[in-house]
């Protein structure tokens, strides 16, 4: 059988991490892409350590276009064509939308819209047409529900919605496999630990550890389920948003909005 080479990008913590962890565990070839200073390192000499794949690691800011040349070239120079490619780096905020800066939202934009965009150009220019290739794409179920302080970074996530949708359909019949991972509230940093801590009832139900997250969405992605939502409170969160009248989801909004301003 074909050794298999995945591209993790945000590799270095969080949701990346657990990826590349999981696909280590599943004997898959990592090539691990965060920016530099961020420990990356270490944690490609711990997979080595402990796993019998290949691991190979660049330290790059995915908001500069050079970096995608970067990553094929790394992998070319090594003959080595890439099967998986996992869009997972993405900045994130909660935030009243004039309290970012205008360099932030720049950043935000590029990192989660358009990085994820001409990754996926370049990763389908190089797949083998006689093996089968897998993209996932990290959106959230942020691009699917409208939450105030959440208002670029929501639009970044349902644009990948849309985006991995459509691509779903032009790739249809090839052997590309496309998921969009739709997750709720994800324990992937201190301070999400204790707000996600703070959460009562079914919001605190929504939230998952990032090992599981990345557990469900690489079995998925093999299955090639087109969306993937981890989490039974979060699936039925979808059918109920799908079912509710407009007017009603607006009210339940507002009401959030009121507690939000309260707060
Ligand atoms: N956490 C949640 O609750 C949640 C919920 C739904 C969806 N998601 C999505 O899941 C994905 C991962 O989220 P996370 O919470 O794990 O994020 P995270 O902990 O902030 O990790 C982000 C990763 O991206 C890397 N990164 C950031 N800017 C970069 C850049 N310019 N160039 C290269 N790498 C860069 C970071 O590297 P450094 O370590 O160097 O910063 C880090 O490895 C994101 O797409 C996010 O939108 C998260």
Wanted: charged share 20%.
């Amino acid at each position: 059988m074909q050794q298999l080479t995945a591209i993790v990008t945000g590799a270095s913590e969080g949701l990346g991490k657990s990826f590349a962890i999981e696909l280590a565990r599943r004997n898959i070839d990592l090539m691990l892409v965060a920016l530099p200073g961020s420990g990356l390192q270490e944690l490609a000499s711990f997979i080595r350590k402990n796993f019998q794949i290949k691991v190979y690691h660049l330290e790059t800011d995915l908001t500069c276009t050079d970096s995608y040349h970067e990553i094929f070239d790394c992998l070319n120079g090594q003959q080595i064509k890439a099967h998986l490619l996992i869009n997972n780096a993405g900045l994130g905020n909660w935030s009243w939308f004039g309290d970012k800066s205008m360099a932030f939202y720049k950043t935000q934009i590029e990192l989660n819209v358009i990085t994820p965009v001409l990754l996926t150009r370049m990763f389908l220019a190089q797949a083998d047409s006689f093996v089968t290739s897998y993209i996932l794409n990290v959106g959230s179920l942020g691009g699917l529900f409208v939450v105030p302080k959440k208002q670029v970074y929501g639009a970044t996530k349902s644009f990948i919605r849309y985006f991995t949708k459509c691509l779903q359909l032009e790739l249809y019949g090839s052997n590309v496999k496309l998921s969009l991972l739709s997750p709720g509230g994800i324990n992937t940093k201190p301070e999400l630990l204790v707000m996600n801590n703070n959460l009562k009832g079914i919001s605190k139900a929504t939230i998952l550890e990032p090992e599981q997250v990345a557990r469900i969405a690489i079995d998925g992605l093999l299955k090639g389920k087109r969306e993937i939502i981890p989490g039974m409170v979060n699936r039925l969160l979808v059918l109920l948003n799908s079912l509710l009248p407009a007017y009603v989801k607006d009210s339940i909004i507002k009401r959030r909005l009121n507690t939000i301003l309260d707060s």
